[in-house]
T-cell receptor
Framework: ETAVFQTPNYHVTQVGNEVSFNCKQT?????MYWYKQDSKKLLKIMFS???????VNETVPRRFSPQSSDKAHLNLRIKSVEPEDSAVYLC???????????FGPGTRLLVL | GDSVTQMQGQVTLSEDDFLFINCTYS??????LFWYVQYPGEGPQLLLK?????NKGISRGFEATYDKGTTSFHLQKASVQESDSAVYYC?????????????FGTGTTVSVSP
């Protein structure tokens, strides 16, 4: 049963443009995460957001910013995309077991 | 810092073969270890979670245990099917600046031929 929803599935853009990806979860938890999966399928945490507090991974470039309207939504905005931003961006949230995270299907970004 | 190492990048098997994937981990805390599986076009999904050393996690025919002495963590299945073809990640739960991020291994691509 899908509980983490992401849109769009796929996005193509050009260097310098701004993009925004959406994530919604119905797990009822107040923590959400964004991960980046590169072309070699390496998955790394970008940041987490809980209790209205943003916890930022210091390796994330400043052009990336999360945007939250409520605890069920955490969007990802990228100002002025770079070619190295081409990747799959995965949103996740814990369930009743706070240790276990459930992932959305991902948004694949291609920067030309 | 905490880390997980997954050395097998690719495993090629035939149906009914035995699958074994091994990882090592490093943490200063009591580990929570997971195996996630990712099918093409999908996000990773939880396969197994193990929180106690030498205890066995079992799901969908897969078994996982970890050894605190050798800081190793492995996944096995006695008889794989073509539908088990996917990328398998060993994952360490990490208390990360107040959030509990997951630290992923590099993934093992398992290909099972009929």
């Amino acid at each position: 049963e899908t509980a983490v929803f992401q849109t769009p599935n796929y996005h193509v853009t050009q260097v310098g443009n701004e993009v925004s990806f959406n994530c919604k979860q119905t797990l009822g938890h107040d923590t959400m995460y964004w991960y980046k999966q590169d072309s070699k399928k390496l998955l790394k945490i970008m940041f987490s957001y809980n209790n209205k507090q943003l916890i930022v991974n210091e390796t994330v470039p400043r052009r990336f910013s999360p945007q939250s309207s409520d605890k069920a939504h955490l969007n990802l905005r990228i100002k002025s995309v770079e070619p190295e931003d081409s990747a799959v961006y995965l949103c996740a949230s814990p369930g009743t077991d706070q240790d276990t995270q459930y992932f959305g299907p991902g948004t694949r970004l291609l920067v030309l | 810092g905490d880390s997980v190492t997954q050395m097998q990048g690719q495993v090629t098997l035939s149906e009914d073969d035995f699958l074994f994937i091994n990882c090592t981990y490093s943490t200063t805390w009591y580990p929570t270890l997971f195996w996630y599986v990712q099918y093409p076009g999908e996000g990773p999904q939880l396969l197994l979670k193990v929180t106690t050393a030498n205890n066995k996690g079992i799901s969908r025919g897969f078994e996982a245990t970890y050894d605190k002495g050798t800081t190793s963590f492995h996944l096995q299945k006695a008889s794989v099917q073509e539908s088990d073809s996917a990328v398998y990640y060993c994952v360490l739960g990490d208390s990360y600046q107040g959030g509990r991020a997951l630290i992923f291994g590099t993934g093992t691509t398992v290909s099972v031929s009929p």
